[in-house]
C-alpha cells in the first residue's frame, strides 16, 4: 500500500525566512497531493493541494512543487509568520485512500 | 466551522470496554473517512466510506469496526479497549471527486 515519508519532523526558522518541509510517497499511482496544517488543540485544515498533472502550484505565501519521477513533492512556506507556527501534514492520494505522513512541527523564531 | 459533527468530544474508559464514536459529516458530503492521532504521530488512516459502502481500509485493528448509515452518519466501534488505544479519532468527509478532507473537532478517546 501506499506509505508517505515527512522530513523533517521538526523544523524552526527566523521570522522572516521560508521554510522547506519534504515528502516521499511510494506508489507511483497515487494522483492528488494535499497539505494540511494543524495548529494546537485544532482539526487539520487544508492549505494547498496539487495534482499529478500539475509540477507546482502557488498561493500567495504558500507553494508547492511535486516530482512525480522521484515521487517527492514539497510545500515552500516564504516570508514566515508567527501564525505560520503548527503542525504541517503532507498526504497521497490513491483510490480513496489519502495517505498521512507523520508530520513536521514548524517553529517560527522571533 | 467545518460543518462535520463529532461526538462525544472527550471519552474516558476503562480497559477492556467498548465504546461508540459518532460522526455527521458535512451537508451534501458522501465519503467519510476516519483517523486516529496518537501523541506525536501522524494521523493513520483507519476506513472510508463512501454512500454507505466500505470503500477503503487503512491499519484498522480487528477490534475495531465501522459503518456508514443510510443518512450518511458512521460510527466507529472500539473494543476491548487497550491503553495504546488512548489517541485522537478524527472523522472527516469529502465530496465528490473534490478530495479536499473537512476534519470534524476530533474525539479524544483516553483508556485507563
Known amino acids: 500500500g501506499e506509505n508517505v515519508e515527512q522530513h523533517p519532523s521538526t523544523l524552526s526558522v527566523q521570522e522572516g525566512d521560508s521554510a522547506v518541509i519534504k515528502c516521499t510517497y511510494s506508489?507511483?499511482?497515487?494522483?492528488?497531493f494535499p497539505w494540511y496544517k494543524q495548529e494546537l488543540g485544532k482539526r487539520p485544515q487544508l492549505i494547498i493541494d496539487i495534482r499529478s498533472n500539475v509540477g507546482e502550484k502557488k498561493d500567495q505565501r504558500i507553494a508547492v512543487t511535486l516530482n512525480k519521477t522521484a515521487k517527492h513533492f514539497s510545500l515552500h512556506i516564504t516570508e514566515t509568520q508567527p501564525e505560520d507556527s503548527a503542525v504541517y501534514f503532507c498526504a497521497a492520494s490513491l483510490h480513496d485512500k489519502i495517505i498521512f505522513g507523520k508530520g513536521t512541527r514548524l517553529h517560527i523564531l522571533p | 466551522d467545518s460543518g462535520v459533527t463529532q461526538t462525544p468530544k472527550h471519552l474516558i474508559t476503562a480497559t477492556g470496554q467498548r465504546v461508540t464514536l459518532r460522526c455527521s459529516p458535512r451537508s451534501g458530503d458522501l465519503s467519510v473517512y476516519w483517523y486516529q492521532q496518537s501523541l506525536d504521530q501522524g494521523l493513520q488512516f483507519l476506513i472510508q466510506?463512501?454512500?454507505?459502502?466500505?470503500?477503503a481500509k487503512g491499519n484498522i485493528l480487528e477490534r475495531f469496526s465501522a459503518q456508514q448509515f443510510p443518512d450518511l452518519h458512521s460510527e466507529l466501534n472500539l473494543s476491548s479497549l487497550e491503553l495504546g488505544d488512548s489517541a485522537l479519532y478524527f472523522c472527516?468527509?469529502?465530496?465528490?471527486?473534490?478530495?479536499?478532507?473537512?476534519f470534524g473537532e476530533g474525539s479524544r478517546l483516553t483508556v485507563l
Open positions: 472527516a468527509s469529502s465530496g465528490y471527486n473534490t478530495g479536499e478532507l473537512f
Open positions: 506508489d507511483s499511482a497515487s494522483n492528488y
Open positions: 466510506y463512501y454512500n454507505g459502502e466500505e470503500r
